[in-house]
């Protein structure tokens, strides 16, 4: 292959890339509460129950490292609170505080129009597509 046969333009991880940063400032200049996209990840999964801190991380694709740090700042902003498993000491669950679930209440509708925002170039059933695409890439 030659040099020039190689168009960065053309390539999916650059159009991706691409697409996640117009995606982030969107869900920057939009969301509420001063909430990352990991920080509302991690308070959406958590609104059907507590979980256990390293399951939580599996669910919203973070390692372990990360969830804990994101963990960490949520419980102090006090919208998350933090407790050891009853059934296993050495594992932290948690769970919403009724902050947290203020918050994340509040900050669903504006993620449904930040992903409206995001896909507003596409039809309708470009959207479905790139949604069921993007799904097998997962």
Avoid: C, W
């Amino acid at each position: 292959m030659s040099d020039d046969a190689y168009v960065l333009d053309d390539q999916i991880g650059f159009a991706l890339r691409l697409a996640h940063q117009r995606h982030t400032a969107i869900f920057a200049a939009r969301m509420i509460g001063d909430l990352t996209p990991r920080q509302f990840s991690t308070l959406a999964r958590l609104r059907a129950g507590p979980l256990s801190q390293n399951h939580l991380g599996r669910l919203t694709a973070m390692d372990v490292a990360t969830i804990k740090g994101v963990a960490d700042r949520l419980v102090a902003r006090g919208l998350l609170a933090a407790a050891p498993d009853p059934a296993d000491a050495r594992r932290r669950v948690l769970a919403l505080t009724e902050a947290g679930r203020a918050l994340i209440d509040a900050a669903l509708p504006i993620a449904v129009a930040i992903t409206a925002e995001t896909l507003a170039p596409l039809a309708p059933d470009e959207r479905a597509t790139l949604s069921a695409l993007l799904a097998k890439l997962k």
